[in-house]
């Protein structure tokens, strides 16, 4: 198994440009979900998938966009970048059962925006 | 006042001390606690969950508790590799749905 990985690892955008960020999992996990981690901000929210085909915001979705059209993806755009963007992204799926309940994340993809 | 908030540290400990980290919510409606731990430019992982009745994984043991509000995360005799950043991390029910909000993490380094 692969687990969580992440596209690209870095990139460097100009102000305005678009981007997409894929997320994919190889667990069968139903749970996804996009997070971004700033210094000393920890790791915030940005949206979330319960199952494909569904979405939902999470605390900091302003300027993102998301799509879940495969179970085993789960992709993060951005339409208009903007340096308050720069940060590293993490995506993580979720494996839950009576037992155990995991997030398991990607090695993150580090984006600056000029 | 932050929905999950924790120290940020460091905690600068040497090897062989116990330490030990609060993590507070402010959710009565929280449902389900853990701890991740993430290293420097690394991505977090999983290192324990914290039940109502406590759990203990070999020199870590976790707490829960619901009345005051806050989980624990305590280390005894701490080794170099215990350095890294612990993240408590608080599901909510939302919607029909679970929602994960992370603390900011505490910062723990052990010196020899």
């Known amino acids: 198994n692969a687990g969580v990985t992440q596209t690209p690892k870095f990139r460097v955008l100009k102000t305005g440009q678009s981007m997409t960020l894929l997320c994919a999992q190889d667990?069968?996990?139903?749970?996804m979900y996009w997070y971004r981690q700033d210094p000393g901000m920890g790791l915030r929210l940005i949206h979330y998938?319960?199952?494909?085909?569904?979405?939902a915001k999470g605390e900091v979705p302003d300027g993102y966009n998301v799509s879940r059209l495969k179970k085993q993806n789960f992709l993060l755009g951005l339409e208009s970048a903007a340096p308050s963007q720069t940060s590293v992204y993490f995506c993580?799926?979720?494996?839950?059962?009576?037992?155990?309940?995991?997030?398991?994340f990607g090695p993150g993809t580090r984006l600056t925006v000029l | 006042r932050k929905e999950v908030e924790q120290d940020p540290g460091p905690f600068n400990v040497p090897e062989g001390a116990t330490v030990a980290f609060n993590c507070t919510y402010s959710?009565?409606?929280?449902?389900?606690f853990f701890w991740y731990r993430q290293d420097c430019r690394k991505e977090p992982k999983l290192l324990m969950s914290?039940?109502?009745s406590g759990n203990e994984d070999g020199r870590f043991t976790a707490q829960l508790n619901r009345a005051s509000q806050y989980i624990s995360l305590l280390i005894r005799d701490s080794k170099l590799s215990d350095s890294a950043t612990y993240l408590c991390?608080?599901?909510?029910?939302?919607?029909?749905?679970?929602?994960?909000?992370f603390g900011r993490g505490t910062s723990l380094i052990v010196h020899p």
């Open positions: 914290v039940y109502s």
């Open positions: 959710n009565s409606a929280s449902q389900s």
């Open positions: 993580a799926s979720r494996h839950t059962t009576s037992a155990t309940d995991t997030q398991y």
């Open positions: 998938s319960v199952g494909e085909g569904t979405t």
């Open positions: 667990m069968n996990h139903e749970y």
């Open positions: 991390v608080v599901f909510r029910a939302s919607g029909g749905s679970y929602i994960p909000t």
